[in-house]
């Protein structure tokens, strides 16, 4: 009885104790993961951030199209056959995934994985795919393919892979934070790569500050709070082709990847909708991606385009109002 009633004195002591802010880094699917948190002492922050990566590994491990003992590649290998079990969160992501194809008329396609698993040999060779090939191709790609029952999933054709770069990684910054809220954590925010995913406001501050780069530099800065935003466009990751530049970012329509020089930023209620919705802007127009964000409440993307060397132009879509921004002075 005296230690119980110890126990809960320490954690009325801890909960009471000032915030401090913590951060923390590690390699987690593919790319450097942060976790900023404030906790009442290093001990707690630690162990936070210690369940914050082990969700965002255990999530690797279920989705990850490079693994081949995850679900992902066992819905690959059944292609054209039986049904592969999968979890919750893989059939939640699929079908988030469904409706984001259907908004943005299969501009974003997680069938796409023929394609993408193509294009990482482009980029590595620098040779086309011969149009014989991309033929080849798009008859392996159909989102409407995808077929998802309670607790398993199933590829309609031999052939056709799943890959969930423009989604996982937002679900998996979102599900970090939400465990990271299930300990009493809730000011936070979890960071892989451009897709971000922010917890309640640190203390005495409106919001968290994100800054949005684009490829001459930063474009502007978003303020966060229980809200995602994810970049996605060819800032960062190209390669040229016969004096043309191919973002990393494979269009499912074409088999290609992406050569308009663009980015979105995308904010949205959840780190996995803002992910799959930037991926898809990047390849559609502007009015297109207007209409796909008009079916999703609560998001709001920046888009940059333009040359190299010359001013970027923005351009704000869908529900501005949820979105804080500026490029200079104070954030509204």
């Known amino acids: 009885m005296i230690r119980a009633w110890m126990v809960m004195v320490l954690g009325v002591l801890a909960a009471c104790a000032p915030l401090k802010r913590y951060e923390f880094a590690r390699v987690c699917m593919g790319v450097e993961a942060r976790v ?124 056709m892979r799943v890959d969930l770069g423009g989604i996982a990684k937002g679900y998996a910054a979102q599900r970090a934070v939400d465990r990271l809220r299930a300990r009493g954590v809730p000011r936070c925010l979890v960071a892989l790569a451009g897709d971000i995913v922010a917890g309640g406001e640190p203390p005495g501050r409106p919001g968290w500050h994100v800054e949005v780069r684009g490829r001459d530099g930063p474009v502007g800065v978003l303020l966060l709070a229980r809200q995602a935003a994810s970049t996605s466009g060819d800032t960062e990751q190209f390669v040229e082709i016969d004096g043309v530049r191919y973002a990393h970012l494979v269009d499912p329509r074409t088999g290609l990847g992406s050569s308009r020089r663009v980015s979105a930023t995308v904010i949205a209620p959840r780190g996995e909708l803002a992910d799959a919705l930037a991926t898809a802007a990047c390849l559609l127009t502007p009015d297109e991606a207007g209409v796909m964000l008009a079916r999703f409440p609560g998001t709001a993307c920046v888009l940059v385009e333009g040359e190299p060397g010359a001013s970027p132009a923005a351009r704000y879509l869908g529900a501005t109002k949820a979105m804080r921004w500026h490029t200079g002075g104070p954030v509204r």
């Open 36 to 159: 900023t948190l404030y906790a009442g002492s290093p001990a707690a922050a630690e162990l936070a951030a210690a369940e914050a990566f082990g969700e965002l590994a255990r999530l690797d491990a279920m989705m990850s199209d490079y693994r081949p003992s995850s679900q992902v590649s066992a819905m690959g290998r059944e292609a054209g056959g039986a049904w592969a079990p999968i979890a919750p969160e893989l059939e939640s992501v699929l079908r988030l995934a469904g409706e984001v194809s259907s908004a943005s008329g299969g501009a974003f396609d997680v069938t796409a994985g023929p394609m993408t698993h193509a294009w990482r040999e482009t980029r590595r060779t620098g040779r086309l795919p011969t149009p014989e090939e991309l033929e080849r191709l798009r008859g392996l790609v159909d989102w409407r393919g995808v077929e998802v029952a309670l607790g398993r999933a199933r590829l309609a054709r031999a052939g």
